[in-house]
């Protein structure tokens, strides 16, 4: 890794415009840069609308735009380029194993090894495609139970990672259960009962064209890829769902250059459409969407900091998973309200889930706990620990579903579903008769 050198701001900017077309993740994409904590309090940066990354060691990061940086530069504001600090691979852009992203997945990468589990366990492990997304990809699950090409109408539960492109853990602990539960069956009665009793349903990657995005051009990208009217990109996927979508603009913006841009309609975008109709085509009884960092486990409302009628059992329920998650090795998952303990948020999948089915749902945000320990980085060395500190709690909320199989929330869903235009489920026409 290069060690960061202070330009002078003109020089810089001359070298960033020479390599802008060679990299696209320079000029076209921003950077991140430092700047001197005193200088930034002298100038008054902290009122300008800048995306703080982090304050260490007397500086303070910015993930600046190209306007940002052309501003930066305008003002004479002596700043320190910091990029290639926080992009874990070489200048090249090539890990020695694995491809541009090292241990993660690429949705390439992703599409393979679901195929390999099929292949390899084909009585279990069953690939779907969910929906197309703007760049022509596909969404895939990983549909897991004993006769797996039968409907069996089993509960269900479901597991999903990468609304957000640069969670790029969130991907691979969902991955992994799901690999768990297949090379496990055959040698534990546990899973095999787990397995026999459910459908486990996995989407790894919600996010396809924005994890691309974050691979190949800029690693913080968050959104999906949407052209926006204004000529801006990308759709917050996580504030693209039905129930309270809008609520106000604080938990989601109007504005489509904001990095939690709701779309223009509630399930405007593929993405979110794709959960949505896999949702309500099966028995779902529970489910976890996965997110980085925080260490934090979320449950209904998001939208607004009121219980729900179920605070008490969601709240048991965070409790269990927080403590065995810590029992494996330790780590602390705080539990709580989503509005309460992060932030409030609209349109986000837990509160449609919820709000439509009254299953228990949850956020959960995996390690690190802030940015001071690696933000949107985990070492790869580390994929495998979050992923088993995780597993007590995948296998307990999937025992959860199991065990409660005839709730109001199963009416509820079924309402829901009578509530659906028939076209919209015929999707699932191949592997699911429509209700
Ligand atoms: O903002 C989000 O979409 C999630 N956090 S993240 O940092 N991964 O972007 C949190 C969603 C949970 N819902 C609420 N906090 N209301
Ligand atoms: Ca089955
Ligand atoms: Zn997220």
Redesign the pocket.
């Known amino acids: 890794m290069r060690i960061p050198r202070l330009f002078l701001p003109a020089l810089w900017l001359a070298a960033l415009l020479a390599v802008a077309p060679a990299r696209a993740r320079s000029a076209e994409n921003g950077e991140i840069v430092s700047v001197a904590k005193r200088e930034f309090l002298a100038r008054g940066l902290g009122r300008k609308g800048l995306d703080l990354l982090m304050e260490k060691n007397g500086k303070i990061y910015i993930v600046a735009s190209p306007g940002d940086l052309a501003a930066l530069f305008a003002a004479r504001v002596p700043f320190s380029r910091e990029t290639d600090r926080f992009f874990p691979f070489d200048q090249t852009g090539i890990s020695p194993s694995g491809g541009l992203n090292g241990a993660y997945h690429s949705t390439l990468e992703l599409e393979t090894d679901l195929r390999v589990l099929e292949r390899d366990y084909p009585q279990l492990a069953k690939v779907v495609e969910l929906g197309e997304t703007l760049e022509k990809r596909k969404i895939y699950a990983l549909k897991i139970s004993d006769n797996v090409s039968l409907e069996e109408n089993e509960p269900a539960v479901l597991f999903v990672g990468c ?2 492109a640069r ?1 790029w853990i ?1 991907v691979e602990v969902p991955f992994l259960f799901g690999k768990y539960l297949l090379e496990n069956y055959a040698g534990s009665p546990e899973v095999q009962d787990l397995v026999n009793r459910s459908e486990v349903w996995i989407v790894p990657i919600v996010n396809p064209d924005g994890l691309e995005y974050t691979i190949h051009v800029y690693r913080y990208w ?1 959104k999906n890829r949407r052209f926006n009217a204004d000529g801006s990109y990308g759709v ?1 996927i ?2 693209n769902y039905a129930y309270q979508w809008g609520y106000d603009n604080v ?1 989601s913006s109007p504005g489509p250059a904001s990095d ?1 841009y709701r779309g223009t309609a509630p399930f405007s975008e593929p993405e979110a459409d794709a959960v949505r109709r896999l949702f309500l085509s099966r028995n779902f009884r529970a489910m976890i ?1 996965f ?4 260490q934090d486990i ?1 449950y209904p ?3 607004v900091n009121a219980p729900t009628p179920k605070e008490a059992e969601l709240d048991a329920i965070a409790r269990t998973m927080s403590g065995l998650i810590a029992a494996v090795r330790g780590t602390v998952y705080a539990y709580g309200r ?2 309460g ?5 609209n349109g ?4 449609w889930v919820f709000g439509v089915s009254g299953i228990p749902g949850f ?1 959960i ?1 995996l390690p690190p706990v802030d940015v001071e320990h690696g933000g949107f980085f985990n070492d790869e060395a580390a994929i495998d620990a979050i992923f088993r500190e995780n597993l007590p709690a995948m296998l307990y909320l999937t025992d959860y579903a199991i065990q409660h199989p005839s709730s109001p929330a199963v009416r509820a869903l079924e309402w829901a579903r009578r509530l659906l235009s028939p076209p919209r489920l015929k999707f699932f026409g191949r592997i699911d008769k429509a209700p």
Do not use: K, Q
């Not at 303990?341 to 948020?345: A, P, Q, R």
């Not at 986000?348 to 509160?351: A, G, K, Y």
């Open positions: 609304h957000h969670e969130s968050r917050d996580n504030r938990g939690i969407s997110h980085s960092f925080a979320l409302w998001g939208y989503a509005a303990l992060l932030y409030t948020t986000d999948t837990v509160d956020t945000e």
